[in-house]
């Protein structure tokens, strides 16, 4: 009998190409999941990768039973999907994972919602970027929520996922209450912005990239910036006067923290957010449940956080 979890692990081998870029995609070690894919071989009577001393590739019978795995892994999921659709109530585990402001701003209206479901309960788990989708291909999530600053996510089905559109984020500029820029009638001027104590993602965080694409866009660079892990972190030191920063508008989800938000100026750069999940899993009713819940959420989010953005004045 072949263990349908080591069939997942052999279907992400087959997508990532390497034992390590498959350890990191799951979250397990290495030496994990070799001895996974040995264990098996094992099961299958079949060598099922060839491995050398640096590296391992799928052998024909590897990639035959990787082109199995994946029609087994869904056939399995659409059973489990019709059970489950056919008993009406929402019931057993949802595993969410989202990009750090995403849970932090979702999880209450998400625990609020599913407490109506007893039968039900949530798992939701912080993920760093791209691994929620890989985790969702492989069926180590249900739902994967994530942002996309490029704009290129359609609201349908590339490589077998279904994107739903929750909202768009845009990215606004954090100041402490007594900077000159809390005056809603003082115009914002990034090249002007040039020597202030900036904060900032480490590089390679998507937030990062955004704010040196923004600054970019009126030929300027980011100055050496103090980085910080977390966003939240970010806007609770701007709050407390230690310089300045540009943030996406859903890190002020769970409250102002003191500080004073400013539209940036055009054109100004905006992250869309989608909830990811398989479509065989969408049918299940505790998965359907869920993404409603997360679509509630993101109506509510937008209808409270944009007023928190003060606009200058209007011209006489």
Do not use: C, N
Not at 88 to 100: E, S
Not at 102 to 121: K, Q, Y
């Amino acid at each position: 009998m072949l263990d349908l979890r080591r069939l997942a692990l052999l279907a992400e081998f087959a997508r990532r190409g390497s034992i390590a870029a498959t350890a990191q995609a799951l979250g397990y070690s290495p030496s994990a999941v070799s001895q996974q894919l040995a264990a098996l071989e094992r099961e299958a009577g079949a060598a099922l990768l060839d491995r050398t001393a640096r590296s391992a590739e799928l052998t024909d019978a590897g990639r035959r039973l990787a082109r199995h795995a994946d029609r087994i892994l869904e056939l399995v999921e659409t059973a489990e999907s019709d059970l489950s659709a056919h008993a009406g109530t929402p019931t057993g585990r949802v595993v969410v994972t989202a990009f750090p402001t995403g849970a932090v701003a979702f999880a209450p209206a998400l625990a609020r919602s599913l407490r109506r479901h007893p039968a039900m309960t949530l798992q939701l788990r912080q993920s760093p970027p791209g691994a929620g989708l890989r985790q969702v291909r492989a069926a180590e999530a249900d739902i994967a929520l994530v942002d996309d600053w490029t704009g290129h996510l359609p609201g349908r089905e590339p490589d077998g996922l279904h994107y739903t559109p929750l909202l768009t984020d845009p990215l606004v500029l954090a100041v402490p209450r007594r900077h000159r820029l809390a005056d809603p009638a003082v115009p914002v001027d990034l090249a002007a912005l040039r020597d202030e104590p900036w904060m900032a993602a480490p590089r390679g965080e998507p937030s990062r990239a955004a704010v040196e694409r923004l600054l970019a866009g009126v030929g300027a660079t980011l100055p050496v910036p103090w980085e910080f892990e977390g966003l939240g972190t970010i806007l609770s030191l701007v709050a407390k006067g230690i310089g300045i920063a540009a943030l996406p508008l859903l890190t002020l989800a769970t409250g102002d923290r003191g500080v004073v938000i400013r539209d940036l100026p055009a054109p100004a750069l905006t992250r869309h957010i989608y909830a990811v999940a398989r479509p065989s899993a969408r049918a299940r009713p505790s998965t359907a449940v869920t993404l409603q819940a997360l679509r509630s959420a993101a109506q509510d989010l937008t209808s409270t956080l944009e007023p928190r953005r003060p606009r200058p004045p209007a011209l006489p």
